[in-house]
């Protein structure tokens, strides 16, 4: 008789766990069925109450502080990386091979990912192995820590900025643009192939 779903996502958590890396759960979670979660969730929760917790890295002090002073925690890792925003649009400019006239918009964007307004699924797989080389982090913690919070009451400051800028925007400081591949790299709009039908 073969293994369920639960055993094999639970193995596959366990290995990544043992390999050093940080495996979050409810990704894991998300993958099992309905039927299968509850026992999933079970055998994780055992594994960690038997596994010696891990001493806190640099990156989950920095992340850690940031939530505590209400900031995206890509912003606090990106500063504390002795990163400016510029950096990283000068990384992807070149990575992806943009001209210069993308350079605003590489900016524009980049600013809604680390600011946790766009949802990281949506994303170009090949944005996280790049910023991961430039923040020195794991893709799996950026995706993590790029989610959009999930809020009742009062947003933070950086969101009220954010909707500041963009009601600018909606109000004639930026004429509506048609979506382009700086979109689509960010997941901003319809997906390219939809375009133009």
């Known amino acids: 008789m073969g293994r369920s779903v639960a055993t094999e996502l639970f193995q596959e958590y366990a290995d990544a766990y043992a390999r050093g890396d940080r495996p979050h759960a409810r ?3 998300g993958r099992a069925t309905s039927s299968d979660r509850a026992l999933l969730a ?5 594994f960690l109450l038997a596994t010696p917790a891990r001493s806190a890295t640099p990156e989950d002090i920095t992340v850690v502080d940031a939530y ?3 900031l995206p925690p890509l ?4 500063s504390s990386r002795g990163l400016k925003r510029a950096d ?9 091979g943009f001209g210069d006239s993308s350079r605003e918009k590489l900016r524009r964007r ?8 766009l949802d990281p699924s949506r994303v170009d797989s090949r944005v996280w192995p790049e910023l991961a080389a430039l923040l020195n982090a ?3 913690d950026l995706i993590a820590w ?12 950086y969101f009220r900025m954010a909707e500041a800028v963009q009601a600018d925007e909606v109000r004639g400081a930026f004429a509506p643009e048609e979506p382009d591949e700086v979109d689509a790299l960010f997941g901003v709009g319809p997906p390219a192939a939809d375009r133009g039908r």
């Open 42 to 46: 079970e055998l994780i929760d055992r």
């Open 68 to 70: 505590l002073a209400g």
């Open 138 to 140: 794991s893709v799996q």
């Open 27 to 29: 990704d894991f979670l």
């Open 88 to 96: 990283v649009v000068d990384a992807f400019t070149r990575a992806f």
């Open 75 to 78: 912003v606090a890792l990106r």
């Open 110 to 117: 980049y600013h809604e990912l680390e600011t946790r307004q």
């Open 146 to 157: 790029a989610r959009p919070v999930r809020q009742q009451g009062v947003r933070p400051a």
